[in-house]
């Protein structure tokens, strides 16, 4: 009797099970680690080493909390004893078993791998192919025939435009996401640089003097590049007139046009700046792997710096006529100047720009905020960020940042604490993309992980990773191909159009986007291709999953 009781309970005990949610990926041995347990259990739950059924950690199960966000009852598992590495997973009597999860140094490095080659994958105006990793995902070189510049850009005729990374799901081009993209991806790699710069990504570049992450970044650097008018000012976008359907990149002939706001000077202030910003960033970061290009870096930023001083803000609004592409509008471009000055003086020294963010900054108080993370449209934080990071930059400006940074970083962590699922979130903040909003956050704290190491910045970062990697209400990776159930729909036309089941990998979906209503806001995500309101992806999302990967791979 008792004994096929036991039997009984070792069986159910084998499911697997939505109610236990882990990071699907893992975890650093360092780090602490939890598993959400959303079922009504008590008493212990054991975490077993998948190789021999072994039992390492018993941990006690955790009283009831209930998640504001999902509406779910959440109880944590606290397995943070746990450091040897191999591959384990959680169980729990009479609700079944997690995912197999690794815990070990470089559990990060295929997830960043994969996060970073997407970004291949996106490639405009040349033959892709994910090989060697993924054959199976190419298409042949598309938007090849040179750009019509649309009446809204002041210009008559074409240019050669080919190159850049498609946006997301769609193929258009947009100078202001490819803005924070860029600088978010050069961030990375100029932080990481000694963990980076060796590294193999397996790129037509590859082999060649240049990394290959700055060879990737380059890709699309060159393009923005090209949107700069000859005085010095950037067009907005570069897109088909409308969204094509759910083709191949290279089956979509419509011809993709250049655009502007369609009033003197044509060209638009925070794409002006954005694009500043980030040659700027290119000018200090490839002057070792191309000089040419890195001098070309300057002129351009210097060239738009002398635009933007010249010109007053002339803001994208909404679409010109017939236009039906992306909006990217941003009608306060003041943040984009500031960081487009903050990376000039990080990158010259020149007073001119030190002397700018110095009248300019105290616009905000506190410089870097909990509440504010960083987005296409709110480039402050790496304005601030930057300057103080500068070499020369003003002592008690360079201080105020750190400070704010980590008051910052105190209020993120603590959310994430607080938070059944330990991630950043506030109720308000499921909106379209909120899970590169949750990204952007993790960012936040790694930042000030830098200004100050404090344990409790690096687990939030690595907490928020692991809601992103599956520990959340759908037991699911929002990174496709990452761990073991994972978005399989995304709002990519490749992905829809290849006939092949599977997405393309490493792409990070939106995620949740409740269109403000609070009310269980975590649970408004479907895994439904036509829905790219929450299952589009997205550069300007993947590129902070590259820098807290980044950060976060061992040497
Ligand atoms: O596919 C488009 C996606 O990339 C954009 O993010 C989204 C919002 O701008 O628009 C999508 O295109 C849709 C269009 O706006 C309306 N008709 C259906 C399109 C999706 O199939
Ligand atoms: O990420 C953008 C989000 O903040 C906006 O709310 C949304 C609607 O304007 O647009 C998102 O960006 C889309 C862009 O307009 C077109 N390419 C796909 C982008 C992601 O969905
Ligand atoms: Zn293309």
């Known amino acids: 009797m008792t004994l096929t009781l036991l039997t009984g ?83 729990v009597e009479g609700v079944g078993k997690s995912f197999d999860f690794r815990v070990g140094e470089q559990i990060f490095a295929y997830p960043f791998r994969l996060a970073m080659r997407s970004f291949l994958g996106q490639r405009c105006g040349t033959a892709v192919s994910l090989a060697p990793d993924f054959p199976q995902y190419h298409y042949d070189a598309c938007h090849m025939a040179p750009a019509q510049f649309h009446a809204s850009s002041g210009k008559t005729g074409t ?119 980030v040659a700027a960033i290119g000018a200090r970061l490839y002057p070792n792997y191309d000089r040419a290009f890195a001098n070309k870096c300057l002129a351009a930023a210097e060239k738009g710096w002398t635009w933007l001083q010249a010109n007053k803000d002339n803001n994208y609004g909404r ?29 010259t020294g020149h007073k001119e720009f030190t002397d700018y963010f110095l009248a300019n900054y105290t616009k905000w108080k506190p410089t870097v905020q909990g509440d504010a993370a960083q987005g296409w449209p709110e480039l402050r934080n790496m304005a601030m960020w930057s300057y103080a990071m500068a070499k020369g930059a003003n002592r008690s400006a360079a201080n105020q940042i750190k400070t704010d940074s980590l008051k910052a970083a105190d209020a993120i962590a603590a959310r994430i604490v607080a938070h059944p699922y330990r991630m950043p979130l506030q109720q308000t903040e499921y909106y379209w993309g909120s899970n590169a909003v949750v990204a952007n956050y993790a960012m936040m704290l790694q ?29 699911t990776s929002f990174v496709t191909h990452v761990g073991t159930k994972w978005a399989m729909n995304p709002h990519h036309r490749p992905s829809a159009a290849d006939k092949i089941e599977q997405p393309w990998p490493g792409l990070i979906v939106g995620g949740p986007n409740s269109s403000g209503k609070l009310d269980k806001p975590a649970r408004q995500w479907k895994d439904e291709a036509a829905r790219y309101d929450l299952n589009e992806n997205a550069i300007n999302w993947n590129a902070p999953l590259v820098f807290i990967l980044a950060e976060e791979l061992q040497p």
């Not at 006690?60 to 504001?68: F, L, M, N, Q, S």
């Not at 509008?329 to 943040?335: A, I, L, T």
């Not at 930042?447 to 409790?456: G, H, S, Y």
Request: overall charge negative; some cysteine; charged content about 25%.
């Open 159 to 277: 240019k050669d435009m080919h190159g850049g990374w498609h946006d997301a799901g769609d193929f258009g081009k947009y100078v202001v996401n490819s803005g924070i993209t860029t600088g978010t991806l050069l961030w990375a790699y100029e932080l990481n640089e000694k963990k980076l710069k060796n590294l193999n990504l397996d790129l037509p570049e590859s082999g060649g003097k240049t990394p290959d992450m700055l060879a990737e970044i380059r890709w699309n650097l060159d393009w923005m590049l090209k949107m700069q008018d000859d005085d010095g000012g950037a067009w907005h976008k570069e897109t088909t007139a409308n969204f094509p359907g759910f083709i191949m990149p290279d089956e979509d002939k419509s011809p993709t046009l250049i655009i502007g706001n369609g009033q003197a000077p044509f060209k638009v202030t925070a794409a002006t700046a954005d694009l500043v910003a």
């Open 447 to 475: 930042i000030a992980n830098r200004f100050k190491p404090e344990v409790r910045y690096r687990d939030g970062a690595l907490d928020s990773l692991h809601y992103l990697l599956g520990r959340n209400t759908f037991n």
């Open 319 to 347: 679409n010109p006529a017939g236009i039906g592409t992306g909006g990217y509008g941003d009608s306060n471009p003041s943040d984009e100047r500031l960081w487009a000055a903050a990376e000039l003086f990080r990158t």
């Open 9 to 91: 309970v070792l069986l159910i005990a084998m499911q697997a099970s939505d109610q236990i949610k882990v990071c699907q990926v893992g975890y650093l041995p360092s780090e602490s680690k939890f598993a959400m347990l959303t079922a009504d259990a008590t008493g212990n739950a054991v975490i077993r080493r998948v190789l021999d059924n072994r039992s390492v950690v018993v941990a006690k199960i955790g009283e009831p909390t209930v998640d504001a966000s999902s509406g779910d009852t959440v109880r944590l598992i606290d397995f943070s004893s746990l450091k040897e590495p191999g591959v384990y997973r959680v169980e």
